[in-house]
C-alpha cells in the first residue's frame, strides 16, 4: 500500500498510508458491501478482526483502545450495521473511548433516489452518542476527515467520533500525502482555582475522596493513591463504576457509596467535604428518595469533561487533565494533622456448606482462592457485584473492567479487545470473564473471534437460569408478575465449544477450582468457558438483565 514512484494516487492509497501514521493498523468488524472498496487489497502491515456480529465488533475495538489508550477504527456496514453496534457506541461514549467508527454510504450518483443500503443523513443517526459525526462532501476530504476524528477521538474527554463514506470515492484519485498534525490532548487547571480547591481542603476536618473511573483511564492510579495518603483521607468508591482507580485492599478505602439520593447522602453524612475526582455528582439508578447531600456536606469536583461539570447538581467544579490535576492538588493541599479514619470492616459473608447449587458467595469465595495475583477481570455479572467487590477487590491499575452505559453484551467482546490490546503492548496478564448467563447470549459469538484469534481468556459464565438482576429490581420498584425473566434449556458449554472453545460444566467449588485452574495454567491458546450452576441471591443491586 505504501505509495510507488509514478504511481497513480487514490482516496483509498492515501487513507491507508495516512492511518498507517497513525497507529491504526488493527481494524475492527464486520464486512458489507459498502465497505468492501475500502477493505480492498487489504495491507499486509495491517490486521483485521473479523467479529461475526457488529456490537461485537464495538465492543471489541472498545476494550482494544481502553488497553492500548490509544484512537481504535471499526467498520460498521452502513446503517444497518451501524444500528446493530449502537448500543456499544453508547457504551464508548459513557468510558469515554476513542474510536473512529467509519461505516460505508452506498454510490454518490445514486444517492438522490434513495437506493438500498443508503442513509441520506448518515450523521443523524449516531447522535448523541458520538462527539462528532461526518459524511465528506467530496471524495478528496476522505484522509483529512480521517485527521480530524483522530485528534477529536483523542481529545479530553475522549469518545468516539463517526464517518460515513460513500463506497465509490476510495478509487477517486488523489494526489498524495495526506496532512498530518500533531494536537494536545492535557489541559492543566486553573491554577488560581485549583490553590482555592486545595485551601478549602486543606481546612476540612472530614474530608471524603471519590475518585471516579476517568482516574484510572487517565493513568491517574498512584496519583490518587499519593493525595488520599497525604490528606489521610476516607476513600469510596463510585457508584457502578466501570473502571476502578483506587486500591480496594488500601486502609483509606471504605467502599462504594451507592446507587441512590438516599444511599449516597447517608454514606457521606459526616463529612464536611467531599471531592470527587473523575466521575458525575452523581450517577444514580434505583430511585430512594433523598438529598444529593446532607446539611453541613460541601462537595468540590473535578473533572475534564464541561458536560458533566455542568450536570453535576452541587459543588463548585474545575476542569483539568486527571492526573496533572491531582499531582497538582497533592503538592498544594496541606496534610493538617488529621487521624485516619476507621477502616472499613473486611469481615467477609459467611460461606454456607455446600447443598445443591451454588450460592454467588460460595462461586467468588472460590474464584479468590485460586484468581492469579495480577488478573485483568471483566466483569458482567451484574446481580453480582457486591459479591465481586467483597471479594475479588481491584488492588492495581488497569484490572477491572465492567460495562459502562447498563448495555450489555459488552463484556465477552470487550475482553477480547482487552487481551488483543493487552498482547499489543506486551502485557501478559491473564484475561477473567465474569459473566452472567443472561449476558452471554447477548454477544456470544465473540468466543469465535477470540479462539480465532488464540485468546486464552477464561471465562466464567455464572449459570442462574433467570434475569435475576430484573427480579431483584423489581422487589424495588414493586413490579410484580414481570414476564420474560426466565432462561431455561441453554447449553452454553456446548454452544462455546461449537465456536471452538474449550468448555465445561462445574456444579461444586472443587470442581470450579480444578477447571479455572488447569485452564490459566496449561498453556492453552484458545478460550476457556466454566459454566457453574448457582442460585439466585437478591441483594440490593439491579442494573439490567444478566443472570
Given amino acids: 500500500m505504501t505509495t510507488q514512484a509514478n504511481t497513480k494516487t487514490t482516496v483509498h492509497s492515501v487513507t491507508y498510508d495516512l492511518l498507517r501514521d497513525l497507529g491504526l493498523t488493527t481494524i475492527f468488524g464486520n464486512p458489507g458491501s459498502t465497505e468492501e472498496t475500502f477493505l480492498a487489497n487489504f495491507p499486509d502491515d495491517f490486521t483485521y478482526v473479523l467479529a461475526l456480529q457488529e456490537a461485537s465488533a464495538v465492543a471489541m475495538a472498545d476494550g482494544f483502545a481502553q488497553a492500548t489508550r490509544r484512537p481504535t477504527l471499526v467498520s460498521l456496514h452502513s446503517h444497518a450495521g451501524l444500528g446493530n453496534g449502537m448500543g456499544n457506541i453508547i457504551n464508548a461514549s459513557q468510558a469515554h473511548t476513542p474510536l473512529i467508527v467509519l461505516v460505508g454510504n452506498q454510490h454518490r450518483e445514486m444517492m438522490i433516489g434513495d437506493p438500498y443500503l443508503s442513509n441520506p443523513d448518515a450523521p443523524v443517526t449516531p447522535r448523541p452518542w458520538v462527539k462528532w459525526a461526518y459524511e465528506p462532501y467530496r471524495a478528496e476530504d476522505v484522509p483529512e476527515a480521517f485527521m480530524r476524528a483522530f485528534v477529536t477521538a483523542s481529545q479530553p474527554p475522549a469518545g468516539p467520533v463517526f464517518l460515513s463514506v460513500p463506497l465509490d470515492d476510495w478509487n477517486r484519485p488523489l494526489e498524495g500525502p495526506a496532512v498530518r498534525r500533531r494536537a494536545s490532548t492535557s489541559f492543566a487547571p486553573e491554577a488560581e482555582r485549583l490553590r482555592h480547591f486545595a485551601d478549602r481542603i486543606s481546612d476540612s476536618d472530614h474530608p471524603a475522596l471519590i475518585f471516579g473511573p476517568d482516574v484510572d483511564r487517565a493513568q491517574g492510579w498512584d496519583a490518587a493513591v499519593a493525595l488520599a495518603e497525604k490528606l489521610n483521607a476516607a476513600v469510596y468508591g463510585t457508584p457502578l463504576p466501570d473502571r476502578v482507580s483506587f486500591p480496594e485492599d488500601h486502609p483509606l478505602y471504605q467502599g462504594p457509596i451507592g446507587e441512590s439520593l438516599k444511599s449516597i447522602s447517608g454514606t457521606l453524612a459526616g463529612h464536611d467535604l467531599v471531592v470527587v475526582i473523575g466521575a458525575q455528582v452523581f450517577r444514580y439508578y434505583a430511585f430512594e428518595e433523598g438529598d444529593v447531600l446532607e446539611p453541613g456536606t460541601d462537595l468540590l469536583h473535578i473533572t475534564h469533561d464541561p458536560h458533566v461539570a455542568a450536570a453535576a447538581r452541587v459543588g463548585d467544579s474545575i476542569l483539568g487533565e486527571l492526573r496533572q490535576s491531582i ?15 476507621k477502616p472499613m470492616d473486611r469481615t467477609h459473608t459467611k460461606v454456607p456448606a455446600e447443598k445443591g447449587a451454588l450460592t454467588p458467595d460460595q462461586v467468588y469465595a472460590a474464584l479468590a482462592d485460586v484468581r492469579p495475583e495480577h488478573a485483568v477481570l471483566v466483569n458482567e455479572s451484574t446481580s453480582t457485584m457486591p459479591q465481586h467487590q467483597e471479594w475479588l477487590p481491584t488492588v492495581e491499575t488497569d484490572a477491572n473492567y465492567a460495562t459502562p452505559a447498563g448495555g450489555i453484551g459488552w463484556a465477552l467482546p470487550a475482553s477480547v479487545g482487552i487481551a488483543l490490546g493487552n498482547r499489543d503492548r506486551g502485557d501478559t496478564r491473564p484475561v477473567v470473564g465474569l459473566i452472567g448467563d443472561g449476558s452471554f447470549q447477548y454477544s456470544i459469538q465473540s468466543l469465535w ?5 488464540q485468546v486464552p ?3 466464567v459464565v455464572i449459570r442462574n437460569g433467570e434475569y435475576a438482576v430484573l ?28 465456536f471452538g472453545c474449550a468448555a465445561v460444566d462445574v456444579s461444586t467449588t472443587a470442581e470450579l477450582k480444578r ?3 488447569a ?29
Avoid: C
Fill in 457 to 459: 481468556n477464561v471465562y
Fill in 449 to 453: 473471534s477470540a479462539a480465532r484469534h
Fill in 515 to 517: 477447571e479455572f485452574t
Fill in 519 to 547: 485452564a490459566l495454567g496449561g498453556g492453552s491458546d484458545r478460550p476457556t468457558v466454566i459454566v457453574v450452576t448457582t442460585r439466585p441471591d437478591y441483594g440490593t443491586h439491579a442494573t439490567g438483565p444478566g443472570g
Fill in 471 to 498: 427480579k431483584e429490581f423489581g422487589q424495588i420498584e414493586h413490579t410484580p408478575g414481570v414476564p420474560g425473566l426466565e432462561l431455561p434449556g441453554l447449553d452454553i458449554a456446548s454452544i462455546a465449544r461449537g
Fill in 327 to 341: 499531582e497538582q492538588l497533592t503538592d498544594l493541599v496541606a496534610a493538617n494533622g488529621r487521624k485516619a479514619p
